[in-house]
């Protein structure tokens, strides 16, 4: 139930001098352009209510979408953050030529000085005020080594450009690796002996995502308040490895109900997976244990979904809702066992396919999905769009606003992705996935085949020569 402004401010603690002068110029009506929200969420796979898993408890994402627009085929260039972040906040698919941005090191060619002008960088200088919190970036905060200390951040500048305010609790935990790796009681990730799971009898707080929106929030009353327009992104680590979450989040799931129909148990890979989690000695042929994990992913989610609702709610109490756009993102998504897979670093749709919600005012045709292709990429020269900004020069991507306007329109008919170093690349278009990787090629048809698990290059030589030739000229690009 949304309440007053005034109301809302108590409610949170703000003092009552500053609420009323924060009541008396609600900045919703002092801006004419409008104020980017910018939430971003670690590893979140599109199984959310917003995308027909009624399985899931999402009711914040949910009602997001049902104000906004949701992506149904949005995809990211990379199956790893810090590649894809990359692309995100540079508008630039990684590219062959810099093959470092195939890799979680993206954001070192902002410390050789050839990163391009971020999307931060082109809003701030364009008279907004902009603030990261949490993982926006690679790093959990933001700052080069990611250590959240004030006395280092000389040595550590930001990994990107752009950002007024860099300010991302640690909480208990001390420093911002150690609050991404979080578990319960200040506890942190010993690597390949902790477990991938934990559920502990705390409150929301007992886990960063809470402290981080409490942040977000705090940055949201001071922005309101102001007469700038801001551009404010929050990331959350959650349902990033390890999957914990506060015990009343687990509880809305029943283990044995859990599916797990679609786990291929007779592989066990995933690098990061098993590499760097203990896993009590069972493996992925055991069903209990496999549900034990998805139970985990599902728990981290919902808990993830709550603080998202936490920052809404002050969107929306706050008055910001008529002035603010806001936009919901994953960074890519991920395998839960499917393929003979755990983890995110394949070019498959399970890897690749992530969740987009779009929230602008005055949206035409709100909650009504749209099925176009859409990639990471396209997301910063919609923004500047939307805003009235210029569209530099150096963006691959295309604006989708179109979209937004029309959930039936059509903005680009192909996207792209990469992984390794820039040795594998894929194609996605309206019916097909083509995989080139070491020489071999897979093409999956998404009508016949959604899961990716019969190739059919060698049925559709004509299909499979057409779409090498596309990705190869995008590959070869200068
Ligand atoms: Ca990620």
Redesign the pocket.
Known sequence: MPMNRRDFLRKIGVGAACAFAAATMPHAIAATRPNVVFIAV??LRPELGAYGKTHMVTPHMDRLAREGRVFARHYVPAP??GPSRYALLTGMYPTPAHPVTYHNSAFQMYEQSIGPLSLQQHFQNNGYHTTLIGKVSHTPDGYRGGQNIREDREQNPPEAPGWNVLDTPAGQWNDAWSAFFAYAFGETRTPGESPPVEMADVGDRGYPDAHLADAAIEHLVRRSAGEEPFFLAVGFYKP?LPFNAPQQYWDLYDRDAIDISDVDPYVRTGGEFFGNYGHEARDTEDDDYVRKLRHGYYAATSYVDAQIGRVLEAVDNLGLDENTIVVLWG??GYHLGELGYWG?HTLHEYALRAPLIVRTPNMPHRGAATDALVSTVDIYPTLAELCGLSVPDHLDGTSFAPILEDPSAETVDRVFGGWNGGTQHTIRTDQYRLIQRNGDVQLYDHHQDPGERQCVADEHPGVRARLVEKLEAFVGRP
């Open positions: 670690d590893d790893s953050c990033h960074d890519h995110k």
